[in-house]
């Protein structure tokens, strides 16, 4: 479930930051401010037999964090760095005795993003990395959580012949590592679902200790002229993309094409003031090529003089 940023830290200047993916779907992509300081609880806790739990943390304590972001001279920079506190969880026993586990280590997170414009803002070029770093000492964490998580990004847009062509894209790497009981819970989270038994191309394994992945995009728009708009585009979702310990990625194993193109006349008639008619197809297939999203749509639509 995606829930926006309230926070006025993470709100202000960080629009510089965000790398939005095809990865990320339904949300930011590689960088979720919300990552940070998260809300704890109560089923992330191993509560023991006829016991139950007597104080927990609502939500993590940022220790302190660093934002710069700003523009200057065609470039666009910003840099977010944050220190997150250990969190413990007082239990009481089905004996009376009282006992304290942890349920969020101490962590640092990263976010470092640089753009550069040519041509008047035609043209851009950019990159993004992040970074968290947990201290895992206690050991109750090293079966649910990544050690280390890791990604990196590029993407580009070039606009062309009087700005009525656009072409753009982006392409990202993922690594995250643990233990084999984390990495294992990460291979069958929803976003992944390795163990599904009608994926043939995808299994469990419970010895890896660390995943690598990908996704990348390319479009080419028609966004000007008189009459003909359109785009085509394609991207790919490897199944070990992982970023969801700073970003927000809900699927993986994609492969996606699609295509739209538009015929309008803008120009008022005798009876219409504009019409339009378009026709819009995509096809989703997952690695192994099973079928996940197909349609295909024609529709139109017209102004009256009157504004009907």
């Known amino acids: 479930t995606f829930y926006p940023e309230k926070r006025p830290f993470f709100i202000e200047g960080t629009q510089i930051i965000h790398f939005t993916t095809f990865g990320g779907d339904f949300g930011p992509g590689m960088f979720y401010s919300r990552r940070i300081g998260r809300a704890l609880g109560a089923d992330e806790v191993n509560v023991p037999e006829n016991g139950r739990i007597e104080d927990l943390p609502q939500q993590t304590t940022i220790l302190g964090a660093a934002k710069m972001s700003g523009k200057t001279a065609g470039w666009s920079l910003g840099i977010?760095?944050?220190?997150?506190?250990?969190?413990?969880v007082r239990m009481l026993a089905g004996d009376g005795s009282t006992e304290r586990t942890t349920v969020e280590p101490l962590a640092n997170y990263f976010v470092g993003r640089a753009r550069r414009e040519y041509r008047g803002g035609q043209s851009l070029l950019g990159g993004i990395v992040t970074a968290v770093n947990r201290d895992l000492s206690p050991d109750e964490t090293r079966?649910?959580?990544?050690?280390?998580?890791?990604?990196?990004?590029?993407?580009?847009?070039h606009e062309f012949r009087n700005r009525s062509w656009l072409i753009l894209g982006d392409a990202q790497?993922?690594?995250?590592?643990?233990?084999?009981?984390?990495?294992?819970a990460t291979q069958r989270r929803s976003n992944h679902y390795f163990q599904r038994p009608d994926a043939d191309h995808l299994e469990v394994d419970t010895l890896v200790t660390a995943l690598t992945g990908y996704s990348a995009t390319l479009s080419l728009v028609k966004q000007g002229g008189q009459h003909w708009r359109g785009f085509v585009g394609a991207g790919v979702?490897?199944?070990?993309?992982?970023?969801?310990?700073?970003?927000?990625?809900?699927?993986?194993?994609?492969?996606?094409?699609q295509a739209s193109l538009t015929y309008l006349q803008q120009r008022p008639g005798h009876t219409w003031r504009r019409w339009d008619i378009s026709a819009q197809g995509r096809s989703e297939h997952n690695y192994d090529w099973q079928s996940i999203y197909n349609f295909a749509i024609l529709k139109a639509t017209a102004q009256t003089l009157g504004y009907w």
Do not use: C, Q
């Not at 079966?143 to 847009?157: N, Q, S, W």
């Not at 790497?173 to 294992?184: F, K, Q």
């Open 80 to 88: 977010l760095e944050a220190v997150t506190a250990r969190e413990d």
């Open 237 to 257: 979702v490897s199944p070990k993309y992982e970023v969801n310990d700073l970003g927000f990625a809900s699927r993986t194993d994609r492969r996606d094409v």
């Open 173 to 184: 790497l993922s690594h995250v590592r643990g233990s084999t009981a984390a990495i294992t």
């Open 143 to 157: 079966t649910a959580l990544h050690e280390g998580a890791y990604a990196g990004g590029i993407d580009f847009r």
